[in-house]
């Protein structure tokens, strides 16, 4: 039972890391390989991405032939037994789980569920398997509100959240499990603030929506990705009043899981221990700032805030503990914690997204030059915060970080409108994973470059003039604040309908992995044109394509056109959607999202596009509209939905209240009918007008929905919106 990994003649130690893709997981596995463990990482990329393991790969060279990665659940029992059937695993250091307070406020039980019964499963799995050697990754969140500082292992625990209380209850389960069976061998480790990122910048803290942490928005605000930020109190009995916490290098934390596992094999009778893992050294939130100003040379703007509920005014740690019996103590400092988050905030202004978007345009024709003169732009549009050799470094190191991709962070005076009100709908619109801020373009731009796994390229490039002071999200912000919540107006991401094999609640996951796999596409994507333009004046896909503008009947009756491409008008129109549609739906979709949002408000045709699904996920919804469960019930819809994956009016987004689908008869609709969706409440898909049965035997109703219809119909929905509104072309983003 399970593998033994053979390395320089002995036998390699085979550690479990779960949640090794995430910020301190990917670290740790970095130190486990160059310190000779074989590390076989778990973990569901809920909060992740894949290129983290790439690039822990990249970084350990010749070691990474010791790594195995393994899409996985820690909740999926069988997963999770598969995991520890294929490899002898001796010990395991545990990572995966939720970790945003306030999420867990509003649904703990999702927290309950990942974090607790997660951890069972993985126990349960470890008792099965017979490892018993655990280093869990618990938090300083236990200590609560210390009566004193420095926080000492022996305190009493309190939590003040649901995410706080995970990891009390689990640090519970931990000790009574040990007491049921003394052979286990466990190490609980209370870490307090970690910063910081690999020094090569390869690796860092890649946070989903806003960052709830300190470093990682002042990084978003110096990147110009945020305007300014909150300092949440200053009134505290402090040095100068702001919180102080215990902040410790990301590095310093992964030099102290392996000792942890030292420790565990060198000492039986270890029991179940909590170790504090901190610098012992306080610094405030200006100190912080300070110093992130000082490595970085950005000036930080800020604003005193209210203190935010729940803070504590001082909270470090003892390191005592950890120094004397794991043999450790945090060497890095501030300075060191700052300068490499820079580092990695220079190179990946906008997280491991960076990294598809790169891919997705790396050899695009027309790139070198748009990108070339949006990078010029940036630099002179970028206010001049700071001066000196700092200033020069951080704009080489920007314009680096933004070769080989086309499409820029939105300006800091762009971003700076945006975020005038926190909570803003274009303020969410650009916190929300993969939902980036656009910007204007000069000429040209190529809305999207696909690498489908045919190996063809196809670009749809859309031709205008440029409009001095536009930008979609500036126009959407505007358009919002005109008209409110316009119901006609709600324009959302897609899912990700070229999946087509995924189930339900993995979108992100999947939108995220989506610059190198695209399956589903293949099918009907062979025969994609080299090149395509869109566009007032081309006049080609209109004559090429006369159905686009025909929205009646179904596709079966629709006349088969030859294109100039010698392709039916369907293949063509299958071939052309599922361009706009890939580029709408994976990582580097920002540029085509922004464009039909766009097209649909700012020309008045919303009504005419009205894409929903994934809506929770994406946040665009949210964007344009507000919150969905904002949305007034039963309100007169014409517009269209195009939806193309079960979440697309799902329970979580609430729309599903929203849209009265089936007493809408103008309303067309896409996309799977789940319990999940609520959309089995409006209409049955599979009996419903214009779907086909399947040709699929996975989702049925999803692939007909895609292919035969919401594909041909996206085409005539842009192209119209194109026609008619010329001069909003001139405005799409690259
Ligand atoms: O935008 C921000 C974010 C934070 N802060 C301040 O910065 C300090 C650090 O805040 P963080 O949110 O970065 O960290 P916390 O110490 O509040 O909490 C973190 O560390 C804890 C352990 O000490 C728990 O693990 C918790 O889950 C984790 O978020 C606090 O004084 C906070 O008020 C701001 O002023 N503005």
Redesign the pocket.
Known sequence: MGETIQHGGGAQEIVLVTGGAGYIGSHTVVELLQQGYFVVIVDNLYNSAEECVNRVRELVGDRSQFLAFHKADICDTLQLDAVFRKYKTSAVVHFAGL?A?GESVAEPLKYYKNNVAGTLNLLECMKKYDCKKLVFSS???V?GQPKSVPCMEDFPLQAANP??RTKLFIEEILNDLYESDKTWRIIMLR???PVGAHPSGRIGEDPAGI?????P??EQVAVGRRKE?????KD?PTRDG?????YIHVLDLAAGHVAALRKLAVTPDIGCEPYNLGTGRGT??LE?VAAFEKASGKKIPLRI?D??PG??AE?FGSTKKAEEELGWKAKLSIEDMCRDQWRWACKNPWGYREHYAAEAHKSAPSAGETEAGLVKQEQESEPDRSKGDAETQAKEATKTALQGRQVVPVRSTDAQKGEGKSGSPSARMADKRGSVPARKLTKSATVGRCDFTSGQDSVVRVQGKPEKGSCIRKGVEENVQAHGKRQGDVVSNMGNPMRGTSTNGHFRDQRRKNGSTTSGAGNVTSALPRSLSIGPGTGTHKDRCPLMSNRSGSAERRPKVQTAAGSSVREFAHEVTNDILFQMTTPHSRVSIPALIYHGVMSGRAQDVMMLSDACNSGWIEAVVGAPRAVPPKVPCRSTIIGSNDLSLGTRNGLHHAFPLHKSKSMEFSGMSSPLNGLHHAFPLPKGKGFERSVSARHPARFICETMHVRSHMVGLFQKAIDKTPAATSHLCA
């Not at 960052?211 to 470093?215: D, I, K, Q, R």
């Not at 930020?229 to 109190?233: C, I, P």
């Open positions: 970790k307070v938090s300083a969140t200590y995410y706080g870490y307090f603030n960052p709830n942490n300190l470093m928005f002042v930020l909150s300092v949440f109190g505290y702001t919180g102080i916490r215990d405030s939130v912080m805030s203190r935010r803070d504590c909270v």
